[in-house]
């Protein structure tokens, strides 16, 4: 149907699949438009120009040799390539000897200080022999390592500029939202100086990458080859450092992580000033606040916090400021809505602030001060610090109970709850070969479908505290248990040690 000869029935329709109104029978109206707010900026051309000499490509080489032993093979006597498989297979001294090979990797930075200090991704300089710099005019210089943390995929290089360097500026990640618009400036695929636009789809994402996962999550292309570079804020701040992506293929689908400069900036700072970093350490063992222990400890508006399994001995508070069952909601100002917010806090603050934290004990909101030590980089102490305890529901069994073998059988005992239950004597020491520093009740059985057995809970552990009140026999803790079930408690909240004196807390359901 030509559209001269449309009827008014089918103008009527074209009419509202248009759009267009029809005023009294004359010409096609457009409507009014409606004011809207621009959804970003105009153009970023102004701000990558003003950034860019501060962003550089970092190309690194490592000496690697090679652990090949595939056979040299055989050319015919007199061959007058002979040579050349000579040197080539067997290097130059023809002995089949294996030769170092080169192995090359490229990645991005930015320059944080005019004298030469450039920030970039531990990853991208590990193992490295030879680090070189390469900076958006074509020049390149040699760059030196100044100090990696690992924990945080950071590293610090310094080059030995003729001129002060164009540097750019920390920003405030805190102060980021999710929407807020970003750039990334890098080196992706080796094709350099790339910028790409996006905005904040996240904050606080835990990828587990290392103990203190903060990332900011946003969909400004990152690809391989953009780790170490800035994420800017629209005034031209770096609010972030691109070290991680989420891809099947390789490329960019949209989702990336960037270390936060809340967390960064601190750590640049003390690798530059000592080569290293000094974080704080304030000596406690931690594990979740579960729906359940929340709960058994009476607290109100849900699980939150960090709950202390165990105090370091000799560590900052040890001196009781702290107490095993206290639950940390609040540090140094910052909120800890969960466990593993609070190595975060901790790692930021200075060596020997004096710091208040919140905490809940016996169901009372208190506040003290502690004196942070520092969490030196030796693995027993990195460990004592970390939430080594984990989700209470998943303990290592293996590592909680040593094989019994052969060895005596410990005396009859109180079951409750799936769990025989016996006094830990001198005999059940040496059967579940339990520390002398380990006090309480022992568990000589745990019924294959009970709930104790849901929680991971071995003969060999030993029930330390029930309701945070210490018990010292099988009938204390029959008692105690009895007296909740009258109470109508769901939950019995208490504190087990493993054979070796390792202590979680656990709930274990009231059938």
């Not at 550089?56 to 093979?73: E, G």
Request: aromatic share 4%.
């Amino acid at each position: 149907m030509a559209l001269n000869k449309t009827s008014s029935a089918a103008r009527a329709a074209l009419t509202l699949a248009m759009g267009f109104s029809l005023i009294a029978g004359g010409p096609l109206a457009l409507p009014a438009r409606a004011e809207v707010k621009p959804a970003g900026p105009e153009s970023v051309a102004d701000l990558a120009e003003s950034l860019l000499d501060a962003v550089v490509n970092i190309s690194t080489s490592q000496n690697v040799k090679s652990d090949d032993k595939a056979p040299v093979p055989q050319v015919p006597e007199g061959s007058p390539f002979q040579d050349f498989f000579d040197e080539f297979f067997k290097g130059e001294g023809g002995d089949g000897s294996n030769q170092p090979q080169t192995v090359n990797s490229l990645g991005s930075g930015f320059v944080i200080d005019p004298k030469g200090f450039i920030a970039t991704n531990n990853h991208v300089i590990e193992g490295a022999d030879d680090i070189e710099v390469n900076f958006a005019n074509g020049s390149k210089l040699k760059a030196k390592l100044v100090g990696t943390d690992p924990k945080t995929d950071l590293a610090l290089l310094k080059v030995e500029p003729k001129a002060p360097l164009k540097a750019v500026p920390f920003g405030d990640s805190r102060t980021m939202r999710i929407g807020d618009w970003v750039m990334a400036i890098g080196n992706p695929f080796g094709l350099g100086g790339s910028v790409t636009v996006g905005i904040i789809s996240a904050r606080g994402r835990n990828i587990n990458a290392g103990p203190y996962d903060n990332f900011i999550q946003t969909d400004a292309a990152i690809n391989r080859g953009n780790s170490g570079g800035p994420l800017f804020n629209m005034k031209g701040e770096v609010i972030g450092i691109n070290t991680a992506i989420i891809s099947p293929s390789g490329g960019s689908i949209g989702i990336g992580f960037s270390v936060p400069t809340e967390l960064a900036q601190n750590i640049f700072l003390q690798l530059r000033d000592f080569g290293e970093t000094r974080r704080g350490w304030l000596g406690v063992r931690i594990q979740p606040v579960t729906d359940d222990i929340a709960e058994s400890l009476g607290m109100s508006g849900g699980a939150k916090g960090a709950l202390v399994a165990g105090v370091i001995k000799g560590g900052p508070v040890d001196n009781g400021s702290i107490r095993t069952g206290d639950v940390i909601t609040r540090f140094d100002g910052k909120d800890v809505r969960e466990m593993r917010d609070l190595p975060r806090v901790v790692a930021e603050s200075p060596v020997g602030k004096a710091v208040d934290v919140v905490l809940l004990r016996d169901g009372k909101e208190m506040t003290v001060k502690v004196t942070l030590g520092r969490l030196e980089d030796d693995e027993k102490q990195a460990e004592n610090e970390d939430a080594a305890t984990g989700d209470e529901e998943t303990t290592e069994e293996e590592d909680l109970a040593p094989d019994t073998g052969e060895q005596a059988q410990p005396k009859a005992s109180e079951t409750v709850l799936g769990m025989g239950i016996g006094d830990l004597d001198e005999e059940a020491r040496k059967t579940f070969s339990i520390v002398e520093s380990v006090k309480g009740a022992v568990i000589t059985e745990v019924a294959p479908d009970s709930a104790a057995a849901e929680r991971g809970i071995v003969p060999g552990d030993v029930i330390v505290e029930i309701g945070q009140e210490a018990v010292a026999s099988a009938d204390e803790v029959k008692t105690r248990i009895a007296k909740l079930k009258s109470e109508d408690r769901r939950n019995v909240l208490m504190m087990v040690a493993n054979h070796s004196g390792a202590l979680r807390y656990i709930t274990v359901r009231i059938d």
